[in-house]
């Protein structure tokens, strides 16, 4: 544990940071940069300029502080500070990166620099670092920790504290995994556990034989879930022979359970999921923004349709174009409510797949106690608000105030439900996607109903 | 580790023991629980019916069984198990709870309740549970536990490693805390660094001394925040004095994270803050969604007094109220992508409360380039829809785009900052705040801009 600067002294680093780069006392830098902890540099550095973020990492005083520090980095600042260092240099850094971290970076790089800098790292790795490449992006495989403490089932708890003795230092191991002659996962055995053994056991007769492990494919999001809900330190990854291959560690957990949310968080609100899209460029940031703002100019337009069909309507009775926001407004937000509430259930295994039809009747439920009631309130207030006197206008904008918010949560409950039978990401645009198709049917409901109470 | 069992196996669980239950086959449930992983349990137990809850909390073979069930139950769920417990039962099963459960189950009890509790615990648990219970909601002191391995600095490591075998199984005993006379927190030894030091060596030769604690009184997501960010196990929490008091481990950071990011969904849509809002009946769940509802319901009605206030324009160019729902619905989007974007941001420290008017600009630009391109595609298209031939009709909608989005994108971020800074949670009602300012900015500024440039 090396002590870190609490969250008041970061804004202090980074003025001292940008002071020295301005005054180029790269000494002086390469002293902090010695002290602090990289978890501090990767952060500061996120609010430098480009030239300063190559800058500081090439002042890391030595490839072990390198390597630290590309542990903390945000991806795209991976690749641009490592865009001119040496395939000499960056297998040094390797040197002190866990398998995974290699793996992840190698990945950044283009084919042919890959196969460069594999031919460079060491040979032990070599192997363990392609077998993680090969597994599909956010698998159990792709995020797994091939650090791990494993002896065969016949080894006496001796010789495996002696074992664990020479094993390189690693706070991060929880449990020794124990292992059949064919290299299969038999067992489990807590440290405590081996400690407080007697010398001559052997470890098949103290370990733990029932077990839970993921397969390779096995998606991060079910790792973690897993992680959380039965309290577990680390879950074991094997193929499909129950070969043992690696371990998700918590804290690797707790990385992913961050990037998941954070990513469920953009993709609701139609933002595409780079997590890191406050690091991009306007240009960039406004490519990933725009195809789910074109989702709702669509529905606009086709709102805009609807509404000029009902032109005569409107034009007798130009006060039903006031209520068009809080109609397609309270529609919305409802309907957003619902399509949070089930998204969210559905990441966190709150909401059951299998099982969604009373979870859609309850939202259903919910929208139409809420629709009666602001339904009464600004049906009777309507007239009052425009100053009109026109019998029935206030039933035509309660009733379609119910209707747009009861339609709302059904349709807000179900699209993300729908998402995920399909295949889909229920997070993906079910924002977007939800109130759109809102606004659409919002303003159809509100005419039809106009036309059919006023005009006859 | 016990065996757990897999997703698919969940609804096998829940259809067996729904059936058991209809037979009153007390017998086989009692034999299934004694076998099933309690978080299993607890995950099936949400969808049964509040007698069928009680039913199988009852029949739970031991108390201890009992409390493991309740160290996985949802808060409302424990409630409504532990209602008809006698304190004496009630106080059996605490025995098995770390003190950390028993505050927070004792604190869902009304007050005499409470005391008649506390005087049945046992006589060592008394004090920390009062202890935990007099921090504040959500603090690090509340969320602490207090069964932690602790050590006097002179005590050797021969001794340490004899009292950890004497210690309690527990596997989340990750460092060994190093106390000096006083009970002040001096240094840490991981348990690793202990088994491979010389016998003969005291605690304070091999401690590491540099080490970072929360207070009572930090907010748990800070904790979390550090965990995570510092890839640390456990997090010492201490007084003023520096005297040290628990630990906050990485299990419960897990939760933490999971809770305070169901919570920023919930609240970013208006839902409230309540995560098991799916447990609750129909009304209750309209009473905490309400408010927010009648946000966008005054945002609404505001909106429909700006449109009736230019109802003479309005009957002049009829054609114009076609348009409202793209105005308002875009510049809602895109307002709602900026506020999500620096909500999420504030919370996983991306985005530094300190240093936000770059990324203001940098958000309005975004929304200029996205309001130039969409501006231009729905001006020069409005005409086309509407099929009415008018001079300045695209350049008002496309001009009242522009002006929408951009403003929208410049609302959506400084709202979260705005109430950050305030000293209010970012994420609530962000989204209802958000999209119903820019309804009633985007209205406005359109018939604004339709009266200067159509009317002269």
Not at 67 to 91: C, N, P, Q, T, W
Not at 437 to 454: E, M, N, Q, R
Request: net charge neutral; charged share 20%; proline share 3%.
């Amino acid at each position: 544990m090396k002590k870190a600067i609490f969250s008041t002294e970061i804004s202090l680093l980074r003025s001292t940071m940008q002071r020295l780069l301005r005054r180029r006392a790269h000494t002086n830098i390469s002293k902090i940069l010695r002290k602090t902890h990289q978890a501090d540099v990767a952060l500061i550095m996120r609010s430098l300029s480009q030239y300063d973020q190559k800058k500081i990492f090439s002042l890391c005083p030595t490839s072990l502080h390198k390597a630290r520090l590309l542990e903390e980095l945000d991806d795209s600042l991976i690749e641009k500070v490592l865009e001119h260092e040496s395939e000499k240099s960056i297998s040094k850094i390797f040197r002190y990166l866990d398998t995974n971290d290699q793996a992840t970076i190698i990945g950044m790089f283009p084919e042919s620099k890959q196969q460069e800098i594999l031919t460079k790292i060491e040979v032990d790795d070599k192997d363990d670092v392609e077998e993680i490449m090969s597994y599909p992006d956010d698998s159990a495989g792709s995020v797994m920790t091939k650090e791990t403490f494993t002896l065969n089932q016949n080894t006496t708890v001796k010789e495996s504290i002696k074992k664990l003795q020479s094993f390189p230092e690693n706070d991060k191991i929880f449990y020794l995994y124990v292992l059949d002659n064919k290299e299969k996962l038999v067992g489990v055995v807590s440290l405590r556990t081996l400690v407080t053994s007697k010398n001559s056991k052997k470890l098949k007769e103290i370990m733990i034989k029932d077990i839970q492990a993921a397969s390779t494919s096995t998606d991060q999001e079910e790792v973690a879930k897993k992680v959380a809900q039965y309290n577990y330190l680390a879950l074991p990854v094997v193929n499909r022979q129950n070969k043992f291959l690696g371990i998700v560690t918590i804290d690797d957990v707790v990385d992913i359970i961050r990037e998941e949310a954070s990513e469920d968080f953009l993709q609701m609100a139609g933002v595409g999921k780079d997590r890191e899209i406050l690091l991009k460029s306007p240009i960039e940031n406004a490519q990933s923004r725009a195809p789910w703002i074109l989702a709702s100019l669509i529905g606009g337009i086709c709102a805009a349709g609807i509404i000029s069909y009902f032109n005569s309507l409107l034009e007798q009775i130009i006060v039903l174009a006031a209520f068009i926001p809080v109609i397609i407004g309270v529609g919305g937000n409802v309907g957003t409510q619902s399509s949070t509430i089930v998204v969210r259930g559905l990441a966190t295994g709150r909401v059951d797949a299998a099982n969604t039809f009373p979870l859609i009747l309850k939202e259903l439920l919910v929208g139409s106690i809420l629709g009666v009631a602001y339904g009464l309130v600004v049906g009777f207030t309507a007239e009052y608000i425009t100053g009109i006197d026109m019998s029935n206008l206030g039933l035509v904008i309660g009733l379609s105030i119910f209707c747009s918010m009861t339609i709302a949560t059904a349709v807000g409950a179900s699209v993300p439900i729908v998402l995920k039978k399909l295949g889909f990401d229920p997070a993906i645009s079910t924002g977007p996607f939800v109130t759109t198709a809102i606004d659409i049917i919002g303003v159809a409901l509100y005419f039809v109903i106009a036309s059919t109470i006023l005009i006859n």
